[in-house]
């Protein structure tokens, strides 16, 4: 007899064993690849760091570091208005995207548009607080100035 399945999925209730396997690999691969980027981006192999930061945002779009890395390599492209839509993208994808957040509002503030960069944070610092996380209400601080 088969595996009980989610009817709205069609995916088993319970992972075969091999499901577990297969998930310590992807996070080693996510891992490697993401080392490789980074590795790419302190030779200023730019381009190269894009496409990695790229394939691994295909592999894991629910992971916000390559969304935080490629938008990074389009701002050193001076890809601005691209980088700005891959944070907002990552702000979508990434939930609750807070480092995203961030990053697209320095962007923001750069280009001067402070009255967006300005809801852009509050709004991180809220999902920060909401979130309870003190890692990231100490991310928001920093960014905002404060003590």
Avoid: N
């Avoid at 080392?35 to 394939?55: C, I, P």
């Avoid at 994808?93 to 009255?115: I, N």
């Avoid at 607080?129 to 100490?138: C, F, K, N, S, V």
């Amino acid at each position: 007899m088969d595996a009980p399945t989610d009817v709205a999925t069609f995916r088993p209730l319970v992972p075969p064993p091999a499901a577990a396997a297969d998930d310590a690999r992807r996070a080693r691969a996510l891992e490697a690849l993401y080392a490789a980027g980074h590795w790419l981006l302190s030779r200023e192999r730019v381009t190269d760091a894009a496409a990695v930061f790229r394939g691994m945002a295909v592999l894991a779009p629910d992971d916000e570091r390559p969304w935080l890395a490629l938008g990074a390599c389009h701002e050193a492209l001076k890809q601005t208005q691209l980088a700005l839509d891959i944070y907002g993208t990552s702000q979508v994808l990434t939930r609750p995207g807070v480092r995203s957040r961030l990053a697209r509002a320095r962007l923001l503030e750069g280009l001067g548009r402070e009255d967006e960069a300005d809801e852009v944070r509050v709004t991180a610092e809220e999902l920060a607080d909401a979130l309870g996380d003190p890692t990231l209400i100490a991310l928001v601080s920093a960014e905002r100035g404060a003590p």
